[in-house]
């Protein structure tokens, strides 16, 4: 019987929870309060939208196997959800933006940073300032994993370029806006300060094999570059510099990008373009200074 991916936990459950799960292998509706939603409910480790997510899960599996949805005429699911959700409020961790002063401090960071070698260094500074001035999203840069590498999705060596103007290309085969994978180009023009995304690709393209055999961005040991090990590493370098790590992540690029592009009076229409935003989830990623309220 084929179960979705959005219940791996479900199935986890069912085979180690005492109990008898339906004949095809479904959790009844009983079950999933008793071995679900009362359990995590009251867990402090469990989000209220992840608990949301693991009933989701319950009944697409319902549905997937021709049954009758488990939820539908469920009067306590829906008041035991209300109180957890009273109980135990909803979770909103606030990041802040990767600014062009941390960006300063992290360059310095990384450069005297003794446990990283010099390839990496280049490799790692090139892509914070990719991300940083193109509002990239992880999967457009990074791979799957360490190991994992796709050439018809995933950056590799022929998708940068230089103009004859000395322009930086970034062609992207596919984003989350892109799900045909008609592909899009980007355009960076030197900075000409400390902080430049041409200057950074330069010298990395200097130090890197040319090939498609492996992603575009790799370490040293041959590992791919992943979202978690630029978060990872990111936050060392931060912590190092004595910032707070648990209020930066990957989106603290995006919450600099979309505040930047605020304050230039860029239109709504185009910071949404730029970040490849299909709905104004970009208004939560804008930072307003005080001084205007």
Known sequence: MHLPHVAPTMLEFAGILPFVVQGNGTPSLHQSYNYVILPLGFSDQVSFPTIKLHLAGIQFAHIENSLADPFADAPLHRLLLRGIKWTIGLSFRRRLPITMSVMCQLKGALANDPQIVSQDKLMLWSAFTLVFFA??????????????????????????SFTSAGSLSLQL??????????????????????????????????????????????????????????TSILRFQLQRLGFATESYAFHSFHIRAATTAAEASLPSWLIQTLGC??????????TTPASIL
Not at 191 to 217: D, E, K
Not at 277 to 284: A, G, K, L, M
């Open 135 to 160: 509002f990239l999203c992880s999967s457009e840069f990074t791979s799957p994993s360490s190991v994992l590498f796709n050439l018809l999705v995933h950056l590799s060596h022929s998708d940068i």
């Open 173 to 230: 085969k596919s984003s989350k806006t892109d799900p045909f994978r008609m592909g899009c180009s980007i355009m960076f023009t030197p900075s000409g300060r400390s902080v430049c995304a041409v200057q950074a690709m330069h010298r990395y393209l200097a130090h890197q094999l040319s090939g498609n055999s492996t992603p575009f961005y790799f370490l040293s040991t041959g590992q791919f570059l992943t979202r978690d090990k630029v």
């Open 277 to 286: 935003w299909s709905r104004n989830c970009y208004t939560q990623y804008i």
